[in-house]
């Protein structure tokens, strides 16, 4: 399995992106998805994640209200709304399918995309 993230740039606060994150393989539909973020010298954190047929999400209190995650298997591509964006949403977002284990930490998490960066100015 490959995962592709992009979509990330420079945005001001208060601003709008889309994240894309196009998955190789048939079995995309198969697998709930989910994002992650990293900032500079810190963990990589649980954004959000949603169920393999997109009926179900569940977010981070950070991000809930400002967010979306929502999905097109037909597309085989996970998406990230993220609207009213802060400077400490400031990071590297990257999608990940799980692994058999439920669960909200990067270890839980067995294919990762590359990455993409995400840049809020004040």
């Known amino acids: 399995v490959q995962l592709q993230a992009s979509g990330g740039g420079l945005v001001p606060a208060g601003g709008s992106l889309r994240l894309s994150c196009v998955a190789s393989?048939?079995?995309?539909?198969?697998?709930?998805m989910a994002w992650f973020r990293q900032a500079p010298g810190k963990e990589r954190e649980f954004v959000g994640r949603?169920?393999?047929?997109?009926?179900?999400?569940h977010y981070a209190d950070f991000v809930k209200g400002r967010f979306t995650i929502s999905r097109d298997n037909g597309k085989n591509t996970l998406y990230l709304q993220m609207n009213s964006l802060k400077p400490e949403d400031t990071a590297v977002y990257y999608c990940?399918?799980?692994?058999?284990?439920?669960?909200?930490?990067?270890?839980?998490?067995?294919?990762w995309g590359q990455g993409t960066q995400v840049t809020v100015s004040s």
């Open positions: 990940a399918r799980p692994g058999p284990r439920w669960g909200t930490t990067a270890d839980s998490y067995d294919y």
């Open positions: 393989g048939r079995t995309f539909s198969n697998y709930d």
């Open positions: 949603i169920s393999w047929s997109g009926s179900s999400t």
